[in-house]
């Protein structure tokens, strides 16, 4: 059953050697080379020619160049535009410095990519699913919502990619701009192109649409990709957690040999004050070590994630929080086109802050269910050093783990409200100052 949910999942079950022989691995690892964002070189793969710290370099200065050129066009041209237009433009740019952040803070990041390194070759539950049934389980559950997630993430970057393209290219069809192509002021996806008029020149056009189109993949797969990245590790540490409490709940408690009429040894669970047997309590303080080692190895790489990623999620929440505010201003004036044109863009930002929030979250509600895993361990019938190793995986396990941005605040729900709480109490204000 188990192999056939693998095998619906996309994954060849005949000859897997490792997380990379799962097509939702490859598909990601096919866009991270794109973006320089794939750390094929410490994971001892053959490079591409795309690939390399050049080429991350070349990502960063290209995303810079787009900034730089959409800030230019914008100071030139924004009395051209009125307020609705504005926004576009605005949201735009910010989604631009979005992608510069991502070059600079990961792209260039030897931190991210020895992260990467880790989760692939060590964390993946891929290593973990044959330490027993209930961690098969798990493995095939996290493997099916990576998939799928995969699949979502990468559907909707093409379609929102081709959306933003194709409706200003449809626009200019419509309003017959491509059948008298002089003189024309052609309506443009991304206003980026500075100093070049390409508003009434048709060469001038066709380069900003290509390079609209090639920049909108770029800047969209730096953010959707490397999200699709950090969500595929939080999946996994989920299962880690549901592997170590499961272990720990089920951890076996004193037993007894006793002869039946068949005169055959079988074991029976021990009742009332009796305690472990010798032998049973050395394979207790197996259990135990074992426990705290894998404890101590979701924190280090928790930590070491929240230290590759912080920065970076940080300038993602500032984002969102800057976008958000942009959003519900140009949807307070209530207006026909406003809302066509920015109310789905609104509900698409603020679930997108929504759903990875609540990915954060579980690591942080894992971390306390482990606290009572910890305590229902039966330390009553051990003797003192296995109770003493008992305690003190209970003291370690108190603070609860989460990823942090920018090492000064927990990313999860908390820090969601406080975005939107902040983003309506500004959209409530323009309202009442309107009226």
């Given amino acids: 059953m188990l192999a056939h949910l693998e095998k619906a999942a996309g994954a060849a079950v005949v ?37 390399g710290m050049g080429h991350a370099y070349y990502n960063t200065i290209l995303a810079l160049v787009y900034l730089a050129a959409g800030a230019a066009y914008l100071k030139k041209n924004r009395h051209k535009y009125e307020f609705l237009e504005l926004g576009q433009l605005y949201i735009v740019l910010l989604m631009n410095m979005l992608c510069c952040t991502r070059a600079f803070t990961l ?5 991210y990519r020895r992260v990467a390194k880790t989760f692939i070759q060590e964390i993946h539950l891929f290593y973990f699913k044959h330490k027993s ?4 389980k798990i493995h095939v559950t996290v493997h099916l919502l990576s998939y799928f997630s995969t699949v979502y993430l990468t559907s909707m970057l093409v379609l929102a990619a081709c959306l933003f393209n194709l409706i200003p290219m449809y626009a200019n069809y419509n309003s017959g701009k491509y059948h008298d192509l002089q003189n024309r002021t052609y309506e443009q996806a991304i206003n980026c192109l500075y100093p070049w008029n390409y508003e009434t020149s048709l060469s001038g056009y066709i380069v900003a649409m290509l390079s609209g189109w090639y920049g909108t993949f770029l800047c969209g797969s730096s953010v959707s990709m490397f999200d699709l990245f950090l969500c595929l590790m939080i999946y996994n540490l989920w299962g880690h957690f549901k592997i170590l409490i499961y272990n720990l709940e089920n951890f076996p408690r004193p037993a007894a040999e006793v002869v039946d009429a068949a005169g055959e040894e079988r074991s029976e669970m021990r009742i009332g004050s009796e305690m472990y047997s010798q032998s049973e309590l050395d394979e207790v303080a197996s259990l135990l070590k074992d426990a705290i080692q894998y404890h101590k190895l ?7 994630m929240s230290d590759a990623f912080g920065m970076a999620l940080f300038l993602y929440y500032s984002f969102h929080q800057v976008t958000g505010c942009l ?3 140009e949807c307070s004036t209530m207006t026909v086109a406003a809302l066509s044109r920015y109310l789905p863009l609104t509900f698409i930002m603020f ?6 929030s609540i990915i954060f979250e579980t690591i942080g509600t894992m971390s306390e269910k482990l606290r009572d895993a910890v305590y229902s361990v039966p330390w009553e019938y051990m003797d003192t050093k296995n109770r003493r190793t008992v305690l003190i995986f209970l003291i370690r396990v108190q603070e609860p ?3 942090k941005a920018g090492g000064i605040m927990d990313v999860g729900v908390t820090t969601m409200a406080s975005i939107l709480k902040t983003s309506f109490s500004y959209f409530a204000f323009l309202r009442t100052f309107e009226s």
């Fill in 15 to 51: 000859g897997i050697n490792g997380p990379m022989d799962y097509n939702y691995m490859r598909a990601l690892r096919v866009v991270l080379r794109i973006i320089s964002g794939w750390p094929g070189k410490a994971l001892g793969e053959k490079s591409l020619p795309i690939e």
């Fill in 107 to 111: 792209c260039l990041s030897q931190k």
């Fill in 133 to 136: 049934d209930f961690a098969m």
């Fill in 298 to 304: 979701i924190v280090d790489f928790t930590n070491d």
């Fill in 327 to 329: 959003l519900l201003l």
């Fill in 351 to 356: 679930g997108e802050l929504i759903l990875l």
């Fill in 401 to 403: 783990i989460h990823v």
